[in-house]
Nanobody
Framework: QLQVVESGGGLVQPGGSLRLSCSGS????????IGWFRQAPGKERDWVSC????????YYADSVKGRFTISRDNAKNTVYLQMNSLKAEDTAIYYC????????????????WGQGTQVTVSS
């Protein structure tokens, strides 16, 4: 069984920080490109960030660039999303996903998805 599990969500004030974790069970995340997505109520799911397999190159949506950082710790079979300077518009369910890596970039399709973790930014 291949499973992706997110954790680390919660309630935070504007300007605060959270670190989300994405862990793999039954497979090694280091073999895959990993993406983070989010979905706010009544809105479509949006891509947030991803990290490549081999060189750990990171990519970000314009809305989070400079505030969020994605990273890998292959020894822990975990990918992190560090979220700083959070805004109310960052409120969403955040999903981690794994997919086969591309030669450049991250993945064309994500095959394995976590259950999501809620991030709420509010005063």
């Amino acid at each position: 069984q291949l499973q992706v599990v997110e954790s680390g969500g919660g309630l935070v004030q504007p300007g605060g920080s959270l670190r989300l974790s994405c862990s793999g069970s039954g497979f090694t995340l280091g073999y895959y490109a990993i993406g983070w997505f989010r979905q706010a109520p009544g809105k479509e799911r949006d891509w947030v960030s991803c990290i490549s397999r081999s060189d750990r190159r990171a990519y970000y949506a314009d809305s989070v660039k400079g505030r969020f950082t994605i990273s890998r710790d292959n020894a822990k079979n975990t990918v992190y999303l560090q979220m700083n300077s959070l805004k109310a518009e960052d409120t969403a369910i955040y999903y981690c996903a794994a997919g086969p890596p591309l030669a450049a970039g991250c993945a064309a399709k994500y095959d394995y998805w976590g259950q999501g973790t809620q991030v709420t930014v509010s005063s």
